[in-house]
Antibody, heavy 132, light 111 residues
Framework: EVQLVESGGGLVQPGRSLRLSCTAS????????MNWVRQAPGKGLEWVGF??????????EYAASVKGRFTISRDDSKSVAYLQMNSLKTEDTAMYYC???????????????????????WGQGTLVTVSS | QSALTQPASVSGSPGQSITISCTGT?????????VSWYQQHPGKAPKLMIY???NRPSGVSHRFSGSKSGNTASLTISGLQAEDEADYYC???????????FGGGTKLTVL
């Protein structure tokens, strides 16, 4: 059974840092890209960023709202993805979910290697509250 | 304001069909077949219901179907059941710097 378990959330002051972890089990972690998606209280979903599998370079991409402040990394030997959050703002207050994405594939229509752009398994989330 | 536009709420009676729309632009919904739909019950994690506009993951009921016309994607749920009451979010790849955008979510009420 696929399981994703987030940890590391809590109360943090504006301007401080926090690191979230997403521990995976039940599948070959290294074969998948890992995403972070957040949801502010009572609000909708917002994609935060992702890291591709090392097969595809382990490259990262981020939403404009967090670029330069957040960093995603992975340790395939431990089946863990991380979200390092620096210079936190009150508007970063949210439930943070990690979500699995399958690896890139060859799109016969475009002739390109593409990311699937959908998330087939999600963790239960960890709550981050940024407040003084 | 979300990048994709969904109705705030829809409702239907058990056994009926409902459709939730998701409107974007040619830079996202209209330009790519990378639309997905997620179901979220209160206090729970989202669950993938539809991917690549029309595809259902293994284990998702055949009552859920997806489609797209121009810049608008749609999720249709037929034979409504009480357990379908939840929030539904659409998502799309976007050629903007954000890569993936979500709709604001639609609350489905089963009367």
């Amino acid at each position: 059974e696929v399981q994703l378990v987030e940890s590391g959330g809590g109360l943090v002051q504006p301007g401080r840092s926090l690191r979230l972890s997403c521990t995976a089990s039940g599948f070959t972690f290294g074969d998948y890209a890992m995403n972070w998606v957040r949801q502010a209280p009572g609000k909708g979903l917002e994609w935060v960023g992702f890291i591709r599998s090392k097969t595809y370079g382990g490259t990262t991409e981020y939403a404009a709202s967090v670029k330069g402040r957040f960093t995603i990394s992975r340790d395939d030997s431990k089946s863990v993805a991380y979200l390092q959050m620096n210079s936190l703002k009150t508007e970063d207050t949210a439930m943070y979910y990690c979500a699995r994405e399958q690896g890139m594939y060859y799109d016969i229509f475009t002739g390109l290697m593409v990311d699937p752009n959908f998330f087939d398994n999600w963790g239960q989330g960890t709550l981050v509250t940024v407040s003084s | 304001q979300s990048a994709l536009t969904q109705p705030a709420s829809v409702s239907g009676s058990p056994g009926q069909s409902i459709t939730i729309s998701c409107t974007g632009t040619s830079s996202d919904v209209g330009g790519y077949n990378y639309v997905s739909w997620y179901q979220q019950h209160p206090g729970k994690a989202p669950k993938l219901m539809i991917y690549d506009v029309t595809n259902r993951p293994s284990g998702v009921s055949h009552r859920f179907s997806g489609s797209k016309s121009g810049n608008t994607a749609s999720l249709t749920i037929s034979g409504l059941q009480a357990e379908d009451e939840a929030d539904y979010y659409c998502s799309s790849y976007t050629s903007s710097s954000t890569r993936v955008v979500f709709g604001g979510g639609t609350k489905l009420t089963v009367l």
